[in-house]
C-alpha cells in the first residue's frame, strides 16, 4: 500500500525508492508458483531526493503545493550508490484507493476466477454425473428420490444456497469453490440422466448386459463416454456461471477475504467512485468478468456446433 499514491489514473508515473530488506524470507519452489514470489524490498514514492554528506535525502510524493515531508537514509544500505535503487514505475491501470498496483491485482485476482471455474466444475461433474447416472439407469423408485432431490434443490435460488454454504464452511475462497461446486451438479444430473435414459436402449448396452458386464462398467466405460459432448457443453457454461456466483459472493462480502484480490471485492471497494470521476476503479473489474465470462460462453456455444452430430 501507498497512501500518498491513491486513486491515481492509468498510465500514472512516479519515482520509487527500493529499500533493500536485511532479512529476507526464503520462498520454495512451490510457494513461489503458488503464491507468486515475495517482494524483500520496502518501496517509497518520491518528488525528490539529493545525496548529502554520507546521507540520502528524499522527499515524499504529495500532491499539489504541499511540502514533501523529507526523510534520511545511510548511504550504507544502497552500497553507497543509491540511484539504482531508484526507478520510475508506472501503474499500467492506475491505482486503488489504498495505493496499490490495479494492474497487479487484477492479474492476481484471475487466479481466483479460474479457481473458482476448475474447482466447482470438477465438484458438480464428479457429484452430477454419479447422481444423474443412477437415475437413469437404474430408474424406478432410485430415479424418482433423485428428480425429488434435483427439483428441491433446483428451488432454492442458487446465490442464496450458496450463501447458505458458505456461511456453514466458513468464510475464504476455499469455502466458496465448494459451496459454489455443490450448487451446480443440478443440471449436471438431470443431463446425464436424460442421456442415459435414451443410451441404455441401445444395442451396444444390450450386447454389454449379454456378456455379464457388471453395471459400473456399462456406465463408465460404454455409456458415459458416448454421452460427453453435451457434459462438454454444460461445463463451460458452469465455468462462466461459477465466476458470476464468486464474483457475486465477493463483492457481498463473503467470498475471497482481503487481502487476497478478488474482481468482485474490487468492484465492492470502488463502486462509489462513479460517481466521483473515477468510474475506472470499478469498470476496470467488470469489464475483465464480462470477459471472462463470454469467452467461456462463446467456448461452449462453439463446442456445441463442433460436437453435435447432425453437423
Known sequence: MHLEIHSKKPGFTVQMLHIPSENIDHQSSFEKLLYGKQNQQTEIPISNFKIKD??????????????????????????????????????????????????SRMLVGTRISFFIGFIAVFIS??????????????????????????????????????????????????????????????????????QIMSAKQQQYVEAAKALGFSNARIIFRHILPNIMAPIIVISAANFAAAILIESGLSFLGIGAQPPTPSWGAMIKDHYSYIILGKAYLAVIPGLAIMSLVMAFMLIGNALRDALDVRN
Open 125 to 194: 461433474l464428479v457429484i452430477g454425473i454419479t447422481i444423474g447416472a443412477l437415475a437413469g439407469y437404474f430408474g424406478g423408485s432410485i430415479d424418482n428420490f433423485i428428480m425429488w432431490l434435483i427439483n428441491i434443490t433446483w428451488s432454492i435460488p442458487t446465490l442464496l444456497l450458496v450463501i447458505a454454504i458458505t456461511l456453514a464452511l466458513g468464510k475464504g475462497y476455499w469455502q466458496v469453490f465448494i459451496a459454489v461446486g455443490l450448487t451446480m451438479w443440478v443440471e449436471v444430473a438431470r443431463v446425464v440422466r436424460g
Open 54 to 103: 554520507d546521507l540520502l535525502e528524499i522527499g515524499i510524493y504529495t500532491e499539489g503545493n504541499l511540502q514533501a515531508q523529507l526523510k534520511t537514509f545511510p548511504l550504507s544500505i544502497f552500497k553507497n550508490n543509491p540511484e539504482n535503487y531508484i526507478k520510475q514505475k508506472t501503474f499500467i491501470l492506475g491505482t486503488d484507493k489504498y495505493g496499490r498496483d490495479l494492474l
